[in-house]
């Protein structure tokens, strides 16, 4: 609670009222543990710490006013400036004595240290104590605080009854402090250790990048993992920031923060980050223990705050709230940390486990060494800015922020090798099934042409066979007065029978082989002309090689040939026709006539069938060329 600041008329104190520690004045040793502490008001000196305090510890319960005594510091008297833990939910009282010898009346502040919620000040007279005024300083930071006069000439014996703060970072360090000089001494607390505090504010900074990091990449890719990290600094972030902002202020707040909201804060902290943890690593299909592990301690973790919170604001006593929050609670943490490490050193195979064993055992050390320094600043002394507790625990936190990083960085670029994997397996997987659905397209394409083709052979090829028959049965009885009509009949039966044949073959995808193409066109071309004065030859290569070609290809360069064929029989006027055949990387057609070759008056009468072979050789990725040689040469290439 902050005081207002009361002044009379009667008690102005001198401008320039400084005092300095003059002597100590012994009394019994046997009524307490240091005789009490006289101060003479100086000029010279603004503060005054009292050293080796006449002091001790009472029940909180006990009245200073009606019980009272000259012996009372002897009941608990006072060892070392710390306040443990088991007298926290105790007062402190100390006595001490002011002489006055000047001709005005003087002021000080008396300030126990900055953990204590509350001091009371007692006048002793006659084995009495008569409460003094509560005047706190007219500034913001004056919690612990307290202003007592002392007459001209007079000399005051003061008892201070101070109230520590339930936490168990306390100290009592009792200084007596110029009025003059009370703005000057807060703002000297406030901005020392100024490298520390610079190094906090530098870190908070970094975990805000991280918080932003983290945020920017959940709403990215809405990662869970993520938002648990953010929460994991933000929360850790908030601890240290407000610990070095309030550092060194007797303020409410701050007294709010130190003994409450800082475990709070850690502990949200690291509630966070066993959710991160799980999603981190995955740990339900990974990692089963680690699983069951961090579950444990988030289920854990929300429990003991709601105890914490109940036993600070139920109970006077802090040794519940004590035990709970530095002997059960650490120490769990501190068993799932060496749990961790334990496992992860055991299967030190999985490399992001490494990262994270490295972080936290490093962490492990400086939070232990920052811990140490609490303790017993003198049980470890480190040079310059490492030997203040909050920079260790943040350097343990910086470390395991650095591996954390270098884990990420390892797992992102695994998962982006796994992403591409999976990516590339999926596109072989839908192109595998592209091509089994096209290979099943062609597969019942093939069974159509086979179907058709079958059909045309046995139903119209019967037909016309019958047909070219029975003309050549009328044809023999008429013998020689065979009419023009039935002549025509059979010879269109028998071309029909021939181009049916020929689309037979063309359908069949049992003939979609070079060889077979090759046959066809040799058996095709000797009995195209075997009925004519044209003498033949086809020339085949030694071998041929197996050799897949599509139904599309063969019959389009079937077709060609036979156009080619039929405008030698009707427009050459040869004697003897060539083809040669060769199968080296490409098919080669080459057919040549002796005839009277091709000049440009016939290419524009019969420019439809060459524009039909070139349009169709250009349609199955083949060339075509015609040229004069001695008669007409036709060359038709196809690459295989």
């Not at 902002?245 to 066993?274: A, K, V």
């Not at 059960?328 to 943490?333: F, S």
């Not at 002796?594 to 060459?610: A, Q, T």
Request: net charge positive.
């Amino acid at each position: 609670m902050k005081l207002p600041f009361h002044r009379t008329d009667k008690l102005t104190p001198p401008k320039t009222c400084l005092f300095a520690f003059i002597f100590l004045l012994f009394a019994n040793a046997s009524l307490s543990q240091f005789p009490d502490t006289v101060i003479t008001l100086h000029r010279d000196l603004e503060v005054v710490t009292i050293k080796n305090p006449a002091a001790g510890y009472l029940p909180a319960s006990f009245n200073i006013e009606k019980e009272y005594d000259k012996n009372i510091l002897s009941i608990k008297p006072l060892k070392g400036v710390g306040v443990s833990a088991r007298n926290v939910s105790k007062k402190i009282v100390h006595r001490f004595s002011v002489i006055n010898e000047g001709d005005t009346t003087g002021s000080l502040y008396f300030f126990p240290g900055f953990f204590f919620q509350n001091v009371l000040l007692y006048r002793i007279e006659n084995n009495k104590a008569l409460l003094l005024p509560v005047i706190a300083p007219p500034v913001q930071d004056s919690v612990s605080f307290r202003l007592f006069h002392i007459l001209p000439h007079d000399t005051l014996t003061v008892l201070a009854e101070c109230y520590p703060l339930r936490t168990y970072t306390s100290s009592f360090r009792p200084r007596l402090i110029d009025p003059t000089y009370i703005e000057t001494f807060t703002v000297k607390l406030k901005i020392a250790k100024n490298h520390v505090t610079l190094f906090t504010y530098i870190f908070c900074g970094l975990l805000l990048m991280m918080i932003l990091f983290s945020l920017a990449n959940f709403l990215q890719g809405r990662n869970k993992e993520f938002l648990y990290y953010a929460g994991y600094a933000l929360f850790l972030g908030l601890m240290l920031f407000t610990k070095q902002y309030y550092y060194n202020r007797s303020y409410e707040r701050n007294f709010f923060f130190e003994s409450y909201m800082d475990f709070i804060l850690q502990s949200l902290g690291i509630w966070f980050f066993m959710l991160f943890m799980v999603r981190f690593l995955e740990t339900r299909k990974n990692f089963p223990f680690l699983h069951k592990l961090y579950m444990s301690g988030i289920i854990f973790l929300p429990i003991v705050i709601v105890i914490y919170t109940y036993i600070h604001y139920s109970s006077v006593d802090y040794y519940w709230e004590n035990l709970l929050e530095n002997y059960i609670t650490k120490n769990i943490l501190l068993v799932m940390i060496l749990m961790f490490l334990v496992y992860a050193a055991r299967n030190w195979h999985h490399k992001l486990l490494r990262y994270l064993f490295w972080g936290n055992i490093l962490f492990l050390v400086f939070s232990l060494a920052s811990l140490l320094i609490v303790l017993d600043r003198s049980s470890l002394r480190l040079p310059g800015i490492f030997n203040d507790s909050l920079v260790l625990y943040e350097l343990g936190l910086l470390v395991e922020l650095i591996f954390f990083l270098m884990g990420l960085t390892y797992k992102n670029r695994t998962q982006l090798i796994e992403q591409t994997k999976e990516r590339e397996r999926l596109k072989m997987e839908n192109e595998r099934k592209e091509l089994e659905k096209q290979v099943a397209v062609m597969h019942a394409h093939q069974e159509e042409r086979e179907r058709i083709s079958a059909d045309i052979h046995d139903e119209l090829g019967s037909g016309m066979t019958t047909i070219r028959l029975m003309s050549e049965i009328a044809k023999n009885k008429m013998k020689e007065n065979v009419p023009v009509e039935i002549e025509k009949i059979s010879n269109s039966a028998n071309e029909v029978l021939n181009k049916m044949n020929a689309i037979v073959w063309s359908m069949n995808s049992s003939n979609d082989t070079l060889d077979s193409l090759i046959y066809y066109i040799r058996a095709y071309s000797i009995e195209y002309f075997d009925a004519t004065s044209i003498e033949c030859k086809v020339v085949m290569p030694a071998t041929i090689p197996f050799q897949e070609i599509s139904g599309d290809k063969r019959r389009n360069i079937f077709l060609c040939v036979k156009e080619t064929l039929n405008n030698i029989l009707k427009h050459s006027m040869a004697s003897r026709v060539t083809i040669n055949i060769e199968t080296n990387r490409k098919l080669s057609i080459n057919i040549l006539d002796n005839g009277v070759g091709i000049d440009p008056e016939k290419i524009r009468r019969f420019g439809n069938g060459l524009q039909n072979i070139e349009r169709r050789m250009k349609g199955i990725g083949g060339n075509y060329q015609i040229a004069n040689n001695n008669g007409t040469e036709s060359k038709l290439e196809l690459p295989l």
